[in-house]
């Protein structure tokens, strides 16, 4: 009877050990779904414009000038308002010079009228592009187009603010080398944009572009900088004007 119970209890303990010891059958693997850590980590591609430093919004201003019932020049100019007091102050010094230009158009377009040239009235218009708005700068480039008399002109002017300290930009602040060097390898880029176009441009556009360097008309982007050249200095008056877009890798090395 003591062999039965002894075996009993060994039985009982063997069967206790067995069920501690139990593994329980893997169940199917289920497919990895695409964000399991196992997959490779997707980063999200780059925004095309990242947050903005500030909110420029537009400030629009139509008019039309006359005298005696005769229209002499219809006016929309839209100019940036930046909440930056500089850039603001800036701006407003804009809108006196444009005034100025109106009172020149409207004189222009009453002698025309005089000399019966004078078929419809002319036409100032203006708007502006925000390039870049971010990592403490804002860069814009203003077109106007002015027609009157059948003769129409186009021009581009652009401005580089720092956001932290208000200062209206140069090219100069933006290079640790000297204004020769920095401008030689610009130039490089100028003139691979001409070679690779003869055709639109006059035969002596690498010299001209050379002497009429715009060190105070350019804009920055997110991808390097452009060059503004006015109409008729790299090429015909029908080019309008030219911009040539540099990448930032062919001057970083030059940079602050």
């Given amino acids: 009877m003591k062999n039965y119970c002894k075996l009993f209890l060994i039985v009982l303990l063997a069967l206790a050990l067995l ?9 199917p693997s289920a497919s ?8 490779p980590t997707v980063r999200p591609s780059p925004l095309p414009w990242p947050e903005n430093d500030l909110e420029v919004t ?8 006359e005298e005696d019932g005769v229209a002499l020049l219809d006016v929309e100019s839209t100019l940036p308002q930046t909440g930056l007091t500089s850039a603001d102050a800036y701006y407003a010094t804009v809108m006196d010079a444009l005034l100025e230009r109106c009172d020149a158009l409207c004189a222009d377009a009453k002698a025309l009228g005089k000399n019966g040239a004078l078929d419809a009235p002319g036409a100032l218009s203006s708007d502006f592009t925000v390039e870049l708005n971010h990592n403490s700068l804002l860069s814009l480039s203003r077109t106007t187009v002015t027609t009157l008399g059948g003769s129409r002109e186009t021009q581009t002017l652009c401005e580089t603010f720092s956001v932290s300290s208000g200062k209206l930009m140069l090219l100069d602040d933006f290079f640790s080398v000297d204004r020769d060097v920095y401008c030689e390898r610009l130039l490089g880029e100028v003139g691979r944009v001409i070679d690779a176009d003869p055709a639109r441009f006059f035969e002596d556009a690498a010299k001209a572009a050379d002497e009429a360097f715009p060190f105070d008309n350019f804009c920055l982007t997110l991808y390097g900088l452009s060059l503004f050249y006015p109409e008729f200095t790299l090429a015909p008056a029908e080019q309008g004007v030219i911009r040539i877009d540099i990448p930032r890798e062919v001057y970083a090395d030059l940079c602050n």
């Avoid at 069920?19 to 169940?27: E, F, H, N, Q």
């Avoid at 990895?32 to 997959?39: H, L, V």
């Fill in 19 to 27: 069920a501690g010891c139990t593994v329980s059958s893997p169940s």
């Fill in 32 to 39: 990895p779904s695409p964000s399991a850590s196992a997959s």
């Fill in 58 to 65: 537009k400030s629009v201003w139509t008019h039309q000038f």
